[in-house]
């Protein structure tokens, strides 16, 4: 049974950082493509970051510069750095595995959410 457990998320101040980490089980991480998307109040879920298996790194315009996705394959962990965060970053964040990158939600697994505000 394939788990993924989304960690990290919290209360911020416009400006500060937050670091999330995705721990996942019961797949074969390393031969995964593990992305971030979040979905804001009455939003729908938009793509984040992403990190290929071979570790091509993918961002949303409105991240690029401020948040940095890695990956640990020895933990079987995903982590999003978020750095000079944003009210409009407020949002829960949603960690997501399979087989390649897409910038949609056509993902395989995805873990339960982290909610994530950033007050001004």
């Known amino acids: 049974q394939v788990q993924l457990v989304e960690s990290g998320g919290g209360l911020v101040q416009a400006g500060g950082s937050l670091r999330l980490s995705c721990a996942a089980s019961?797949?074969?991480?390393?031969?995964?493509?593990m992305a971030w998307f979040r979905q804001g109040p009455g939003k729908e879920r938009e793509f984040v970051a992403a990190i290929s298996w071979f570790y091509r790194i993918y961002y949303a315009d409105s991240v690029k510069g401020r948040f940095t996705i890695s990956r640990d394959n020895a933990k079987n962990t995903v982590y999003l750095q978020m750095n000079n965060m944003k009210p409009e970053d407020t949002a829960v964040y949603y960690c997501a595995a399979g087989g390649v990158v897409v910038t949609t939600t056509s993902y395989d697994y995805w873990g339960q959410g982290t909610q994530v505000t950033v007050s001004s």
């Open positions: 019961g797949l074969t991480f390393s031969g995964n493509a």
